[in-house]
């Protein structure tokens, strides 16, 4: 058996590779007919054994990426039936028809301007594609004109409808982040916004940029408490107001999106 260790030596130091999940094809060289038994039929043992092991590695390694190819299509899927959902909301409101998909829109730019990665963006357009989905919970009072100032259990509902949107997104562990935006869309860098009153620093990133786009869409559409206003006078309403309602870095993107785009801006003309 002397003779035999050197072969027997690297057999067992092979072994310990393939048992350590390196594959290679070190020990195919001991299943020549140079090789004396029993290593040679132990080395040929071993190398079938490691081609039937990497097959079914393969296999699996094809199932689990069609498993995440599904999972990518159910959170899809997903995502735009709660999306169809915010839609048909819109419909009961001729006054924010639109509205969600120029918010989403605008967003995107301002997240895109700021250098937010291609993952990172695409969080902020779901975000505020879906961030009024909470009003799905209020009442159709809130969708109709009350004139320049609505009654209070109104003004209740619609300082609640963050945390509706919240409450029913959390449901889809997959959208925690973007659940983390909408409920806090509405604060204010002064802490004077809602739901929970938030400091400037409390307020996700994400949902600062939600804020500049909602307000400016807000602003330039047709509301039942007010006459469109022009690009121009919301763009000064938003700079006159940054560092205290808005993020003064979302807001100077923001500016710097319509100076390039000229154009369009989350399909809105300016």
């Known amino acids: 058996m002397h003779e035999n260790s050197q072969e027997l030596h690297q057999l067992l130091e092979i ?4 048992a350590a999940g ?18 040679k039929t132990i080395a040929e043992a071993m190398g079938l054994m490691m081609v039937k092991v990497e097959a079914r590695e393969f296999h699996l390694e094809q199932l689990v990426s069609e498993l995440q190819r599904l999972n990518e299509q159910i959170r899809h899927n997903t995502i735009q039936t709660v999306a169809a959902m915010a839609q048909a909301l819109e419909a009961r409101d001729t006054y924010t028809r639109g509205h969600a998909e120029r918010v989403a829109g605008i967003a995107a730019e301002i997240a895109a301007e700021m250098d937010f990665d291609a993952e990172r963006v695409e969080l902020v357009r779901t975000a505020g594609l879906l961030h009024d989905i909470g009003k799905i919970g209020c009442s159709d009072r809130i969708f109709q ?10 003004v209740k509902e619609i300082l609640n409808h ?10 889809l562990d997959f959208l925690n982040e973007v659940t983390r935006i909408i409920i806090t869309h509405h604060e204010r860098m002064d802490g004077k916004g809602y739901p929970y009153r938030l400091g400037a620093e409390q307020i996700p990133l994400e949902a600062r940029i939600i804020a500049v786009a909602d ?4 602003m330039t559409t ?3 408490y007010q006459r469109a206003r022009s690009v121009e006078v919301a763009m000064g309403i938003l700079k006159e107001d940054a560092g205290h309602h808005w993020d003064c870095d979302c807001v100077a993107a923001f500016e710097r999106v319509l100076a390039r785009n000229g154009q369009d801006a989350g399909g809105k003309i300016v």
Do not use: Q, W
């Open 15 to 18: 072994i310990a590779r393939i």
């Open 162 to 171: 963050p945390v509706i949107g919240g409450d029913i997104l959390s449901r």
């Open 22 to 39: 390196n594959y290679s094809n070190d020990i195919m060289a001991l299943t020549t007919d140079d090789t004396p038994e029993p290593i």
């Open 215 to 218: 307000g400016f869409d807000a």
């Open 222 to 224: 047709d509301r039942p």
């Open 145 to 154: 004109d009350h004139g320049p100032k609505n009654p209070p259990d109104v």
